[in-house]
């Protein structure tokens, strides 16, 4: 079946540092793969997606690009704030339309 | 649009009693998708349906949770009776075919 793994969190850094959190997925197929952020007592909301291999999703700063040959969907951003800090969810949908999510990973950022 | 509607959006209630949390979809959207979130599972999907039919109950944890979708607009998730391992946020989510899924607000439940 479908899985996703992403890096264990808390993810701490300090504001205007670089952030990577790594996503991994297992899959049949070709799945269309996202980025979910989820803020403090809120829901989830889409983050950025990519459809295809080799597409780059892109949103407020962030990005991943779909690797097939690794298999990944690394999230990258290339200078945080403290306003990014959130939980990060990686997901991939297949044929079935039903997403498949990561545990998620919490991001802190300091000032 | 309002976005995905979920009410309430704090229970509080005693083992034993009935709860029953509420979501009113986006017009249009013809999946609905029921998960719950708790530090220790992450998010898990307890159920969804397609044209309010339900299609994959595989993920509710036992009978003390039923869910209906008695139309387009509106779906119930019932625990009876509530215990206090099911204190969560529960999520109601939904898409259109193929389409990106939206969550609604959530609702934190404690079970005392």
């Known amino acids: 079946g479908n899985s996703v793994t992403q890096m264990e969190g808390p993810v701490t850094l300090s504001e205007e540092a670089f952030l990577t959190i790594n996503c991994t997925y297992t899959a049949t197929g070709y799945p269309s793969l996202f980025w979910y952020v989820q803020y403090p007592g809120e829901g989830l909301q889409l983050l950025l997606k990519?459809?295809?291999?080799?597409d780059k999703g892109s949103n407020k700063g962030f990005e991943a690009t779909y690797r097939k040959e690794t298999t990944s969907f690394h999230l990258e951003k290339g200078s945080v704030q403290v306003s990014d800090s959130a939980v990060y969810f990686c997901a991939l949908r297949g044929g079935s339309y039903i997403p498949t999510f990561g545990r998620g990973t919490s991001l802190i950022v300091h000032p | 649009d309002a976005g995905v509607i979920q009410s309430p959006r704090h229970e509080v209630t005693e083992m034993g009693q009935e709860v029953t949390l509420r979501c009113k979809p986006i017009?249009?959207?013809?999946?609905l998708f029921w998960y719950r979130q708790t530090m220790m599972r992450g998010l898990e999907l307890l159920i969804y349906?397609?044209?309010?039919?339900?299609?994959?109950d595989s993920g509710m944890p036992e009978d003390r949770f039923s869910a209906k979708m008695p139309n387009a607009s509106f779906s119930t998730l019932k625990i009876q009776p509530s215990e206090p391992r099911d204190s969560a946020v529960y999520f109601c989510a939904s898409s259109s075919t193929g389409g990106t899924q939206y969550f609604g607000p959530g609702t934190r439940l404690t079970v005392l």
């Open positions: 349906f397609n044209n309010n039919v339900p299609i994959d």
């Open positions: 017009s249009g959207h013809d999946y």
């Open positions: 990519a459809t295809k291999a080799d």
